[in-house]
């Protein structure tokens, strides 16, 4: 079924060209980008994105690091920790892996981290980047939603309407800027919108990121519409599902993302296309 888009064929792409240009670059015999992971506390979700990842490094051949710390580390340890991967000039991309536990204060994190080292575009300078249009590290689910968007043919929105189901500061805030730098007409809808549905049945592209398993049905979708599931949740019987109800809605969309084999790959390739473009910036630095 061609109206299904899956991510993860899509990835694959990218991953190849990471990986040639990484071949490349061992064959010069120069130091190899670094991506390195954080991760605080043992929680069970996490450790499937971190899996992913880590065998994403090793097949493109990008060096990667895991440090796994106590769920019970203070605010100050962990900034130090921070400091010295800032200092470390083998690294060149740090993610945090997110949620962090309830004592930690999650912004003050981000603010640590070298805004030239924000693999996921994080900091607070680089998300203030994004929105005046500033070259930058674009967070990677959102890149991954935008490169989907352009492989499908859809990159000049110029007349479309955009609506997102969901606000956070990870997928809803920034998609919904990239959509509007490439002129969608973009509505953010959220707890507090009145009629969601409604909103949403307006969308040529609607970009589900709201956390609900299932919760968009063939009534909430406009004939010919793109949609993009960004959900990451798990049904009664503990499998993967979206936000999307994709058996309902197909048959009006255009185009989907399926759970999985969607977004979530491309996430991960964007994470590593994030790492390379911090590479070349720190070996342009380094002369
Ligand atoms: N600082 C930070 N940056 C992140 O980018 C980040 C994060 N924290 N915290 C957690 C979420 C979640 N996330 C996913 C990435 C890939 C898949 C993915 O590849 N999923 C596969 C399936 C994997 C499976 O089967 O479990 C798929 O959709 O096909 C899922 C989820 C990134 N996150």
């Keep these: 079924m061609d109206k299904i888009i899956y991510g993860d064929v899509i990835a694959q792409n990218i ?16 130091r190899l980008p670094k991506l390195v992971v954080v991760v605080v506390g043992s929680k069970v979700a996490s450790q499937s994105y971190i899996r992913g990842k880590e065998k994403a490094c ?9 440090i796994q710390l106590d769920d019970a580390i203070t605010q100050q340890e962990l900034l130090r920790v921070i400091q010295q991967l800032n200092h470390d000039h083998t690294v060149d991309g740090i993610l945090i892996q997110m949620p962090l ?11 640590a981290i070298d805004p030239n080292k924000d693999v996921d575009g994080f900091h607070p300078f680089n998300v203030g980047k994004m929105m005046i249009q500033e070259k930058t590290f674009i967070p990677c ?21 955009a609506v997102i189901l969901g606000r956070s500061n990870v997928v809803g805030r920034p998609v919904s800027q990239l959509l509007l730098n490439q002129h969608a007409t973009v509505t953010v809808c959220h707890t507090r919108t009145e009629d969601v549905a409604k909103e949403a049945a307006n969308a040529d592209i609607l970009i589900a990121a709201a956390g609900q398993p299932r919760m968009v049905k063939a009534d909430w979708v406009k004939n010919g519409a793109v949609v993009i599931d960004v959900g990451v949740n798990r049904d009664e019987c503990g499998k993967l599902c979206g936000d999307v109800d994709l058996d309902e809605v197909i048959a009006k969309c255009r185009y989907i ?17 994030n790492t390379l473009e911090a590479y070349d910036l720190h070996m342009e630095k380094e002369g």
């Design 101 to 111: 536990p309830k004592h930690i204060q999650e912004n003050e994190i981000l603010f």
């Design 15 to 30: 991953k190849d060209s990471i990986k040639a240009r990484i071949d490349t670059i061992k064959e010069k015999g120069q």
């Design 257 to 273: 993302t399926p759970v999985p084999k969607g977004v979530g790959p491309m996430t991960i390739a964007m994470l590593l296309e």
């Design 141 to 161: 689910t959102p890149k991954g939603i935008m490169t989907i968007l352009k492989h499908i043919g859809y990159e000049d929105l110029s007349g479309l309407r």
């Design 58 to 66: 090793q097949a493109i051949g990008m060096e990667n690091d895991l």
